[in-house]
């Protein structure tokens, strides 16, 4: 099986430090590409699974648990208007959230980023804009990882 997310877990220590955000016990966390929804991550699932219903229900509510502990994290670092989640799968069906931050300056801010993302898809400038941050990407993982660390010490 030739799964993105499969091979990102059997690399997870190659791959660039400002990419993995945080190693959970059920997930890791990820930074997306398009960072003009600044802090933007995707959280995968360790357990190569294509939907909820497959796991054991205590891993199933760790997983969600470790999705709302990451949103909290967004949340706290950059104050978005609305979160929202997507738990798609279609393209890459390993079980994966993508947790999008929304802000009041969104282009298209009544739609799903994705219908952004698809209109722009041969516009290369626009693209580029999308995927770059008000931030660099290593500023935003380093937010990131010390709200994460702020939080699993309030436990």
Known sequence: MDCLFCRKLEAINEL???EVVWQFTHSIAYLAPFQSYLGYCILASRKHATELSQL???TRLYFLDEMCTLARAIEE???PKK???EMLGNQTPHMHWHIIPRYPDD???MHAIWY???RLKDD???RQRLKKGPQSNAETV????QALKSLAERE
């Open 56 to 58: 054991d229900d205590e």
């Open 124 to 126: 290369k400038p626009a």
């Open 16 to 18: 660039p430090p400002d």
């Open 77 to 79: 670092c950059f104050r």
């Open 116 to 118: 952004t993302i698809e």
């Open 83 to 85: 979160l929202n989640y």
């Open 107 to 109: 282009a298209d801010a």
């Open 142 to 145: 380093a937010a990131l990882r």
